[in-house]
Every structure is written in structure tokens, then in C-alpha cells.
């Protein structure tokens, strides 16, 4: 199994310019999830999904869109960059069922100039 | 709401000594918590996990963590630091949503 697969690994935009990270797994989990990472700010969650065609906002969602027509794909969409966007940016999956334990991707880092 | 807190967003140990990560959460129901583990420029790792069936949590690479109700904490701890042990640990509640500490960079000193 491949499990949390994200591209790209690094990206630089432009203000205004739009994008989307692509975030897919092979594990069947129900429940996806995108977070960003800023220095001594943890991971704040963007959106979240438990389920193909259900997705709701999470901590910070505003500036982003996601869709999920599918059990594996889960895209994060900016819809016009600004530079409070640049960080790393994290999808992770889970299980329904169960303890909620996160499968993490490797990351995108993402800087917009 | 449920909130997680790590006290420290550095350690600093000698290579052999104690490692101890400080770890307080606040949730409504029982909860289920976590310990991950980020190596630089990679995703986080599960080093352990907290689900009602033991308070003391056993993980990878030697470490364990505590769940103590009472004191709502679940530090982690491991005897004997290694070099390879270096990396920013984050603590973290789930129930249906995840919620994160703002994480514990953790330095080991030769």
C-alpha cells in the first residue's frame, strides 16, 4: 500500500494565482483531513471529510475549498493565493471506526510570493 | 470543545537522560489521545496511543506515555535518550476531529 500520497512536494505561487493539492490513499479510511503547519502553531485543521460527497470547515477553512466525490481523492483547492498561505500542508486519513489514529502524507510545501 | 496544551515548545537533554513531554487536554467525553512524532521535512508518524485499555501506553522506540484522568495529562516519557530521538513531538485528542498541540521540539545533546 502506497497510504497518504500527496503531489506536489513543493510549489511557489503567486498572489492571486489559483491551485490545487492533490491528496489521495489506498487505505479505504472514511475520514480524510487537511491541515497546514506554521512555526510554533501545531497543525490547525483547513477542512475535513467523513465520507465521499461530505465535507464540513474546520479551524481556519476560509481562503480554501474541497470536494469528495471519492473514497480516496480528497483535493484542497486555493482559490487565490495570498501570502498568509505559505506553510506546509499536510492530508491525513482515518478509520470510521476506531480510535481516530491519523495516516499522514508526506506533505506540500507551499510558498506564495 | 476539546483543546490540547504541551508545556515547553522546547526540550533540551543529554543523550542517556530522562525524556519527559508534557501533555494536558480538556474533552467533553472520554477521550482518545496521541502521541506523534515528526522527523525534519517528513509527515507525522504515530508513536503511540491512548484507548481506554490501559493507562500506561507502551509505543515505538522505547517511548511510553501516562493517561491520568484526574490530572487530565498524558506526558511522555523515555528512560534514555538517544541522538536518533530528536525530531518535534505533538500531543494530540480525537474524537471525530483532531485537535493538535502546538508541538515540543526535542534536542539531544552528545
Known amino acids: 500500500n502506497a497510504g497518504v500520497t500527496q503531489t506536489p512536494k513543493f510549489q511557489v505561487l503567486k498572489t492571486g494565482q489559483s491551485m490545487t493539492l492533490q491528496c489521495a490513499q489506498d487505505?479505504?479510511?472514511?475520514?480524510m483531513s487537511w491541515y497546514r503547519q506554521d512555526p510554533g502553531m501545531g497543525l490547525r485543521l483547513i477542512h475535513y471529510s467523513v465520507g465521499a460527497g461530505i465535507t464540513d470547515q474546520g479551524e481556519v477553512p476560509n481562503g480554501y475549498n474541497v470536494s469528495r466525490s471519492t473514497t480516496e481523492d480528497f483535493p484542497l483547492r486555493l482559490l487565490s493565493a495570498a501570502p498568509s498561505q505559505t506553510s506546509v500542508y499536510f492530508c491525513?486519513?482515518?478509520?470510521?471506526?476506531?480510535?481516530?489514529?491519523?495516516?499522514f502524507g508526506p506533505g506540500t510545501r507551499l510558498t506564495v510570493t | 470543545a476539546q483543546s490540547v496544551t504541551q508545556l515547553g515548545s522546547h526540550v533540551s537533554v543529554s543523550e542517556g537522560a530522562l525524556v519527559l513531554l508534557r501533555c494536558n487536554y480538556s474533552s467533553s467525553v472520554p477521550p482518545y489521545l496521541f502521541w506523534y512524532v515528526q522527523y525534519p521535512n517528513q509527515g507525522l508518524q504515530l508513536l503511540l496511543k491512548y484507548t481506554s485499555a490501559a493507562t500506561l501506553v507502551k509505543g515505538i522506540n522505547g517511548f511510553e506515555a501516562e493517561f491520568k484522568k484526574s490530572e487530565t495529562s498524558f506526558h511522555l516519557t523515555k528512560p534514555s535518550a538517544h541522538m536518533s530521538d530528536a525530531a518535534e513531538y505533538f500531543c494530540?485528542?480525537?474524537?471525530?476531529?483532531?485537535?493538535f498541540g502546538d508541538g515540543t521540539t526535542l534536542t539531544v545533546k552528545p
Open positions: 487505505m479505504n479510511h472514511e475520514y
Open positions: 494530540a485528542v480525537s474524537e471525530v476531529k483532531s485537535t
Open positions: 491525513a486519513s482515518s478509520y470510521r471506526r476506531g480510535t481516530y489514529e491519523q495516516y
